[in-house]
């Protein structure tokens, strides 16, 4: 049996996302204000993905993740003071630019790809080293700790590209400059 290529796979790809996507969405709460009461920044986080596509607007800083709904109400749940999330969208034709993750709105072009990830501190110390599939928004959240530059390895079929991020009060939560190219071994 032929083994597809990573780019022969993205229509199959495609199609489970949104039937994983369906099913998940089933057991999420509404989009209310009410449903963050009392959540930490990871189920924050979890609910802002979870809720793309409803009247909410969500988005995360450096400090918080922030939600604005349509009635004018707005909530922030604040980041761990130890860490930091970074949402990167490995791509290999499609991009956007973009500083400031917004959950609500962004859309890598790779949707349930499962990338190896390795994230390393500036020591050698390895914090990330494991498969992460991206999620129906082409991106995967890493949540990393605060104040360093880390290194981080997205490989997938062939595929690799390698880049920096910061874990800073001014960095940004949206990566989207990571292209892949064949990584030739």
């Not at 979890?46 to 400090?63: I, M, R």
């Not at 990830?117 to 129906?136: C, F, K, N, Q, S």
Request: charged share 15%; aromatic share 8%.
């Amino acid at each position: 049996m032929a083994t597809l290529t990573f780019a022969a796979r993205i229509p199959r790809l495609i199609a489970l996302t949104l039937a994983l996507g369906a099913l998940a969405h089933a057991q999420v709460p509404a989009a209310t204000p009410a449903a963050l009461a009392g959540v930490d920044a990871y189920a924050a986080m979890d609910l802002a993905n979870a809720w793309k596509g409803q009247p909410v607007t969500s988005y995360v800083t450096p400090q918080a993740v922030h939600f604005a709904f349509q009635d004018g109400q707005e909530v922030e749940v604040a980041l761990p003071d130890d860490v930091m999330l970074v949402s990167v969208a490995p791509y290999l034709v499609r991009t956007h630019p973009c500083l400031t993750h917004y959950a609500s709105g962004c859309q890598g072009e790779l949707v349930d790809a499962p990338f190896h990830v390795r994230a390393a501190l500036g020591d050698g110390t390895v914090v990330i080293d494991e498969v992460r599939p991206t999620m129906a928004n082409g991106f995967v959240d890493l949540w990393l700790p605060r104040g360093h530059a880390i290194e981080l390895t997205f490989e997938l079929d062939g595929y690799r590209t390698v880049g920096v991020v910061t874990t800073h009060g001014d960095s940004p939560t949206c990566i989207t400059t990571l292209q892949l190219a064949p990584s030739g071994g």
